[in-house]
């Protein structure tokens, strides 16, 4: 990889929006992910994650906007870029009569920088018969094997549709330990989409909540939590139903009780609370679950 190359970012995306018949799902996504990056793709079911995800990969034509994908426009990837991407869709799609060992020899073929030591360790340490067909398979070990086929060729970019949704703990925990492995090259980047808000504090540093077709909020996971608290102010007297806090996402109000979850909390604003109502105010950190909620009205 040149130098010049270093220099763009694996995933440029500016306005793109997405139609079906008279349904828009995408309305205008901007979303830039750098290199060396683990980013979260968060969103309620129905947001147009999967939506994005194929736009990224050229499996669906956006209806305007621009993309560009390891430098290239998704619809017309050459090759070679081909060869440094990743891909782990919702479900698996695979030879059903193909035995494991099999199909992951016939996926090697086309990759000349295919990893075949660890192929067959991730295959070992995620409790693959290498021997079984797959059709008979579970859905959980099919998916194990979609993402070694993914992993196999150690791709530049490597983007995730709800990867872990049919893993069991133990090996949800196995796969997200390999994806710290692979971070570790500065160069490589992981597009993670998931319902599992836990799995991607683990993991990501970046997020991206998809939010009624646009990005609501991209950037660090640190600075979401540090930015998106819950207050709870204890006042001398009755508040009034009137109550409310500037940037606040969702306010309760029960007699001289309130909670208010602010997106942007400073000092400024505790200091306020405190003065104006004569009141306690406690600020509580939130998980990133906590907060996906917050932002979509939902705790």
């Known amino acids: 990889?040149?130098?010049?190359?270093?220099?763009?970012?694996?995933?440029?995306?500016?306005?793109?929006?997405?139609?079906?018949?008279?349904?828009?799902?995408?309305?205008?996504?901007d979303l830039t992910i750098p290199r060396g990056s683990v980013t979260g793709l968060l969103g309620k079911n129905g947001a147009g994650k999967s939506t994005l995800l194929k736009c990224l990969l050229g499996l669906l034509k956006p209806s305007s906007g621009t993309a560009q994908i390891l430098g290239e426009e998704p619809w017309h990837l050459s090759a070679e870029a081909k060869a440094r991407l990743g891909y782990v869709a919702q479900e698996a799609s695979l030879y059903a009569w193909m035995r494991v060992?099999?199909?992951?020899?016939?996926?090697?073929?086309?990759?000349p920088t295919w990893n075949h030591d660890l192929a067959h360790d991730l295959a070992r340490r995620w409790e693959l018969p290498t021997e079984d067909r797959v059709g008979p398979m579970s859905q959980g070990q099919q998916q194990k094997l979609a993402l070694i086929l993914a992993l196999g060729h150690e791709p530049d970019l490597l983007i995730l549709d709800e990867p872990v949704a049919s893993l069991d703990p133990s090996a949800r925990r196995e796969f997200l330990s390999t994806l710290?492995?692979?971070?570790?090259n500065e160069n490589r980047s992981i597009l993670f989409s998931t319902h599992i808000t836990t799995d991607l504090e683990r993991v990501a540093d970046h997020v991206a909540v998809l939010q009624e077709g646009k990005i609501?909020?991209?950037?660090?996971?640190?600075?979401l939590k540090d930015s998106v608290k819950r207050l709870r102010v204890?006042?001398?007297?009755?508040?009034?139903?009137?109550?409310g806090v500037a940037n606040s996402l969702r306010t309760e109000v029960s007699g001289k009780h309130a909670m208010v979850a602010v997106k942007e909390v400073g000092d400024t604003i505790v200091e306020e609370l405190e003065s104006r109502w004569q009141a306690s105010v406690t600020v509580e950190d939130l998980s990133l679950e906590e907060i996906f909620l917050e932002m979509h009205g939902d705790a």
């Open 180 to 184: 710290l492995e692979i971070t570790r």
């Open 216 to 223: 609501a909020y991209h950037g660090e996971l640190d600075d």
């Open 101 to 111: 060992r099999q199909i992951i020899d016939y996926t090697a073929a086309f990759y």
């Open 234 to 243: 204890a006042a001398d007297s009755e508040l009034p139903t009137s109550f």
């Open 1 to 29: 990889m040149n130098e010049l190359s270093n220099t763009i970012p694996m995933i440029d995306v500016i306005g793109l929006t997405k139609s079906f018949d008279t349904t828009q799902v995408l309305r205008g996504v």
